[in-house]
């Protein structure tokens, strides 16, 4: 697609028509610079009478470990600043993991159970680390993980550390679903945009199916859209069109 206006347009569609399509929708929500250009158009569309989420629930990706809720730097923070604040989301229908449980063993757990009793997840959003990562499955993550607590790269924690004012690094560990836990969302909306992310997008699409490369697991999935602009989209060994769709 064009650029980053084009992708968050469409994956808006996406998301809308899905909200749209059931009574009550479980969103899996992601956090991110790629993201906040979709948010703000479901925000508008909130606005404009088009959707509701008085019925949705959400469950976002991650968290940093250690991070509180109402801390500027939290994914809590970051969720309430683009979109849970302007929209009628009921707050106890939207769930983060908790970075700052003393036992994020238990958290994990319990984060998992959560989901499950929810029924799932019907549309997960995702975006891409310039390493491959989704979520916060680093390079290494065993395809089969679940929600866990990682270690992250310190290349994601440069990449991260915008959000964090008096820091160098984002928190060194973070609690996030795993790649297992991902791969059962019934569909998968993953969007990239930027030129940063066209060998993360081309490792994922062409290259092996491996944990190097964490988004390559979502080849495993039957329902994975991916939406990139022409930045993100310019290492693919063969660009369809405007738009980049491909099963399993
Ligand atoms: C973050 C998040 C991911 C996100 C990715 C890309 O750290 N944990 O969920 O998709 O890295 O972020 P950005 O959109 O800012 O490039």
């Known amino acids: 697609m064009r650029d980053a206006d084009a992708v968050a347009e469409?994956?808006?569609?996406?998301?809308?028509a899905t909200l749209r399509s059931a009574e009550a929708t479980t969103l899996g929500l992601a956090t991110g610079t790629t993201m906040a250009p979709l948010y703000a158009r479901l925000v508008a569309a909130y606005r404009a009478g088009e959707i509701s989420f008085r019925t949705a629930c959400s469950f976002n990706l991650d968290e940093y470990a250690g991070v509180a809720p109402d801390s500027p730097g939290s994914f809590h923070a970051y969720m309430r600043k683009h979109l849970f604040a302007f929209t009628d989301i009921e707050p106890?229908?939207?769930?983060?993991?908790?970075?700052?449980?003393?036992?994020i063993t238990s958290e994990a757990a319990r984060y998992e159970a959560l989901i499950a009793a929810a029924g799932g997840i019907d549309l997960q959003l995702l975006g891409i680390g310039a390493n491959g990562h989704i979520g916060f499955n680093e390079p290494g993550s065993d395809f089969a993980s679940r929600t866990r607590e990682v270690k992250l790269d310190e290349a994601t924690r440069l990449g991260n550390a915008g959000n964090f004012p008096d820091s160098a690094l984002a928190p060194e560990r973070a609690i996030t679903m795993g790649i297992a836990t991902i791969l059962e969302a019934r569909s998968i909306l993953l969007i990239a945009t930027g030129r940063e992310k066209a060998a993360a997008m081309a490792a994922a699409i062409d290259g092996p199916m491996s944990p190097a490369c964490p988004a390559s697991a979502l080849r495993l999935h039957g329902d994975v859209h991916i939406l990139c602009d022409e930045a993100?989209?310019?290492?693919?060994?063969?660009?369809?069109?405007?738009?980049?769709r491909r099963r399993a």
Do not use: K, N, Q
């Not at 469409?10 to 809308?16: C, G, H, L, S, T």
């Not at 106890?92 to 036992?103: F, K, L, S, V």
């Not at 989209?233 to 069109?241: D, I, M």
């Open 10 to 16: 469409r994956a808006a569609a996406r998301v809308i």
């Open 92 to 103: 106890d229908r939207t769930h983060i993991p908790d970075g700052t449980a003393r036992d």
């Open 232 to 244: 993100a989209a310019s290492a693919l060994a063969s660009r369809p069109g405007d738009g980049i």
